[in-house]
């Protein structure tokens, strides 16, 4: 580790335990967690993102969770600006911060600033969004698979504007999505700070098992019913999200509620696989088990305060 990281990032796939881990460096290092999570900022989801559970909240000061609602528009530059501010508000009063969540364009967002990307021709978004409601989703992935065979590295190819998005980038520069999104080595620190990244790594096995029983949990503690109260509202771009898809295609007689299960199980899974890929790719991460991180922590930690 640097001599002295203001910025712990605590960063891995969804039901790897990051939000635990968080809670137990931050007690460690006396601070506040900044949650860069893009679903659990809204205040109307619950049980469907995971959100920390009230005796977590009361654990360690969390922000940026609930912090908005459904009905506003929210960016990953919306976040990063309001992150940055909090960020030195705490660093000036506990000398760290833990930051943590499992969207990595919160992250990128927030610690380096967005790419300035071309213009996109107002002719080729309405070529794109024709085509998107003529022939489907699949036609536009197909596309943008014939031109970058390893977009799916990058984006999620089950997301229509993010897939709209990527072709129009990549027919507009004629280069694949790596080119166009640089890693952050090749980017600076918005921050004034020293940064430390770790990701969480369990063998894939493991990760799967988690994941799997989370979402016996999540059903468990009635995560249909939220789903189901939500159903008035699920045009949303906020509701676009796996765990309520599923089961409004499931109030929607497309599928049987064990089917949606399934599905969310899958779907879980495959982002899983997606934030690792990304992590990988975009961070320069220390990628290590929940105990040999807090061990890494503490150890430094210790050596800083003797």
Known sequence: MSSSP????????????????????AQILGTEIINADSRQVYEELNIGVAKPNPEELLAIKHHFVSNISIYQHYTAQHFALEARKKIVEIIEKFG???????TGLYLQALLYGLDDFPEISEE??????????????????????????????NIDLKNPMRVMRALALVKTTQLPLKKIYPTTSEKQLVLPYQVEMFAIDLPRKQLYERINLRVDNMISAGLAEEVESLIPLKDLKALNS?????????????????????????????????????????????????????????????????
Request: one cysteine or more.
């Open 6 to 25: 203001q910025i712990i990032v605590i960063g891995g796939p969804t039901g790897s335990g990051k939000t635990a881990l968080a809670i137990d460096i």
């Open 242 to 306: 796996v765990g309520y898809n599923e089961l409004f295609d499931f109030f929607d007689g497309k599928c049987t509620k064990e089917e949606a299960i399934e599905k969310i199980k899958q779907h879980s899974r495959n982002y899983a696989k997606r934030q690792v890929t990304w992590f990988g790719n975009k961070f320069d991460m220390h990628w290590l088990s929940p105990e040999k991180i807090k061990e890494k922590i503490t150890q430094h930690y210790a050596r800083n305060t003797n």
């Open 96 to 102: 760290t911060v833990v930051v943590t969540g499992g």
């Open 124 to 153: 080729l978004k309405i070529q794109l969004n024709s085509q998107l409601l003529e022939q489907g989703l699949e036609s536009l992935v197909d596309e943008l698979l014939q031109l970058d065979q390893e977009a799916g590295e």
